[in-house]
Structure formats: structure tokens, C-alpha cells
């Protein structure tokens, strides 16, 4: 099985130019705490996570939501995999690098739908699909990152 056949499809995407306020009202909306950051050529440029715009208005105090651009609060370094990645690999990429979501991207970086542990553990037992372990495994990697140093 391939990571296509665990990504959900059904969601939406930001600029890098657009408020906080959109963002995350895009992330109420879709019910769900992440939302990539789309260029204007369809191009994965970011992520931003609820915690990422909640650092973002700690970095800005003085500013409201509204004047603090996805740009200024997405994090850069995208983790993501390809459809053709197998299942199996999925946790252990989410474990390595300490997320809990992975975009599906082309290799154009365009955006195809997204992975979230969640998902994974929703998702049907079958053959080709994680293991409990590759899971637990996975979780405990994922919540190993470190703390967040001082908010100055």
C-alpha cells in the first residue's frame, strides 16, 4: 500500500500573504489544526500548525491577528512524502522528524492531500498498513521533541 491510500484530499490551503485571522479560520473550518502554505504557482512553500500562529502572535504582540501574514508564521522546513511512499515508511518519516501531519506532494512540491497520525490510526487494519507498533513507535517519536525555549 502507498501513501495515497492513506492521505485525506478534502483540504484546504493559504498564501503566504494571507492573515492569520484566515488561516485560522481555514483551520476551524476544516476542523483540523494545520494548513499548508501555497504559492502562486500551486507550490508547497510552508506549514503552519494552530501552535506555529499562536508563536506568531507571542513574536508580534503589539500586532493583531490580522496584520500578521501566513508568511511571518509558517514554518519553512516541509516535511512531506509522495504518494508512491509506502505506509509503512509514513510513520517513521512522522517519527524522525517530530510531526504529526505530512503533506502529499508531486514533484512539483503541489499539493495532493495530507497524512495525519490520526489517519493513520483510523485507518482500516489491513495488509500493507502500519503496524501498532510502527504507531506507537511513531507517537513516542513525535512527542520527543523537545520543549519550546523561552518566549522572549
Known amino acids: 500500500m502507498t501513501a495515497r491510500d492513506l492521505m485525506k484530499t478534502d483540504i484546504g ?8 485571522v484566515t488561516v485560522l479560520l481555514l ?3 476544516r476542523q483540523c489544526g494545520w494548513a499548508p502554505v501555497v504559492d502562486s504557482k500551486g507550490a508547497v512553500v510552508g506549514v503552519i500548525t494552530d501552535r506555529d500562529a499562536a508563536m506568531a502572535m507571542l513574536n508580534h504582540p503589539t500586532r493583531a491577528a490580522a ?3 501566513a508568511r ?4 519553512t522546513h516541509v516535511v512531506a512524502c509522495a504518494q ?3 505506509t509503512r515508511s509514513v510513520p517513521s518519516t512522522m517519527a524522525e522528524h517530530h510531526v504529526r501531519r505530512l503533506p502529499v506532494l508531486d514533484d512539483r512540491l503541489h499539493l495532493h492531500g495530507v497524512i495525519s497520525i490520526d489517519g493513520i490510526l483510523r485507518a482500516p ?3 500493507g498498513m502500519p503496524s501498532a507498533d510502527a504507531v506507537v513507535e511513531a507517537l513516542r517519536g513525535i512527542v520527543s521533541r523537545p520543549m519550546v525555549a523561552e518566549v522572549r
Open 125 to 127: 487494519q489491513s495488509r
Open 84 to 86: 508512491t511512499d509506502t
Open 13 to 20: 490551503a493559504c498564501a503566504p500573504g494571507d492573515d492569520l
Open 72 to 75: 511571518e508564521a509558517m514554518t
Open 27 to 29: 483551520m476551524r473550518d
Open 67 to 69: 496584520r500578521v501574514s
